[in-house]
């Protein structure tokens, strides 16, 4: 960020001295193009705040504490007196069990890392606050805290046990771009109210999820990528018609999926389908309305068959990923074109024939990889294309074979 004042403070704990409440904070940082490192402050929120805003030097400046002892003051009082005139502060350790965020002042980014006591946040009204992350919480219902933070663009809540997500919380925030909830115990989403979001990315990485209905994210008409990577996912489908116009990138990689239907989907701006490490025994259904697709994999899971008619119609897929299934047919029962594929992966699977190639309209096809499979003898892909660069590594090739490949 230009301009940035950053006040860092890299973990604190609370301690009791016989003079009075004493806070300790280890290594904090408030940032400079010079580095400037202390080892231990000591003394009052109001003291400690004001020594460390006389040593930041124009606007843009980046302080490193080690240790900061806040003598018979909060943590709360010495938040709220550094956001005075620092923009972005972060603790790399935060012990407390409650917070409250300051109203409006020139704090712009607040990252609370390592906060496993924390079970209470208020916030104040607030309209300059940007970013908000916190890691390794104990507050659940978090979510519901934030609706102060009118200004909020990019919010992070991840490893804080949220068990539950509905939407509709997001509904008051029409700036919030980002919202990332990786790693938490969420299980069902939902959307309560007929307030349309703003969000362009939803990260829901490693949660809960049995299943995610599509007819969810209905109010999301600006969502460009939502990605679902390891969240225990069985079926991926819309239970109504649902339109995600702005929709480019859909990631649902590592997971038990068997069943992906997008039928009732209508995402005219997708662009990417990550499907990997999965149980699909079939391409999911409704791929060829993604006329806009350029990369779908569909690599480790349990496919036997794939026929290419089932892509027709993607004029802009470049890249196919179908590799370590277990595929013994990958065939094509009529003409197919598909005019900007470029890079074609079937490696490791049970192939030993591309019996029906001549069907394949393929046109800017340069990468061919059957790495890891059965064949016999060199499948003649070069009297179609003459440049395709084709590997067949690991195969079990007869010794007489034509060993034309790359």
């Not at 607030?126 to 992350?133: D, F, G, R």
């Not at 019996?355 to 990468?367: E, G, M, S, V």
Request: glycine fraction near 4%.
């Amino acid at each position: 960020m230009a301009n940035a004042r950053w006040v860092w403070i890299v973990g604190y704990a609370i301690v009791c001295l016989a003079a009075g409440a004493v806070s300790t904070v280890s290594k904090l940082i408030i940032a400079k193009p010079t580095l400037q490192r202390f080892t231990t402050l000591r003394g009052t929120a109001e003291k400690t705040s004001k020594y460390l805003q006389d040593q930041l030097v124009g606007n843009s400046s980046l302080l490193f504490v080690e240790r900061v002892i806040l003598v018979e003051s909060s943590v709360d009082s010495f938040i709220e007196r550094l956001s005075a005139f620092t923009s972005c502060l972060l603790f790399e350790k935060f012990y407390e069990t409650s917070l409250t965020i300051p109203n409006n002042t020139k704090l712009q980014q607040l990252w609370l890392r390592r906060a496993r006591k924390l079970k209470r946040i208020s916030t104040q009204p607030n309209t300059t606050l940007e970013t908000l992350t916190i890691e390794d919480c104990n507050h659940r219902s978090i979510l519901a805290t934030i609706g102060n933070l009118t200004q909020l663009q990019r919010l992070t809540v991840e490893n804080c046990g949220i068990t539950q997500l509905n939407l509709e919380l997001f509904a008051n925030h029409s700036l919030l771009q980002m919202v990332n909830l990786k790693a938490n115990q969420i299980v069902t989403i939902s959307h309560v109210g007929s307030s349309h979001l703003s969000l362009r990315k939803l990260y829901l990485d490693g949660n809960l999820l049995p299943y995610l209905d599509l007819r969810s994210l209905r109010q999301m008409g600006q969502l460009q990528e939502l990605s679902l990577h390891r969240c225990n996912l069985l079926r991926l489908y819309s239970s109504a018609s649902v339109t995600l116009p702005a929709l480019e990138t859909l990631m649902a990689g590592h997971n038990h999926l068997t069943l992906v239907n997008l039928l009732l989907l209508d995402a005219p701006n997708l662009r990417m389908l990550l499907l990997a490490n999965n149980r699909l025994h079939k391409v999911p259904s409704g791929l060829n309305k993604f006329t806009r697709l350029d990369l779908l994999d569909l690599s480790r899971n349990q496919l036997a068959t794939l026929d290419l008619t089932v892509l027709a119609g993607l004029e802009h897929l470049q890249s196919l990923y179908v590799s370590t299934n277990v595929l013994t047919s990958f065939t094509a029962s009529r003409n197919v074109h598909l005019p900007s594929l470029t890079r074609l992966v079937l490696k490791d699977n049970l192939l030993h024939e591309l019996d029906t190639f001549h069907r394949w309209d393929l046109p800017k096809l340069a990468h061919l990889t059957l790495e890891g499979n059965r064949f016999t003898i060199v499948p003649p892909v070069h009297q179609r294309w003459p440049n395709v660069s084709l590997k067949m590594a690991n195969n079990p090739l007869r010794n007489d074979t034509d060993a034309r490949f790359s």
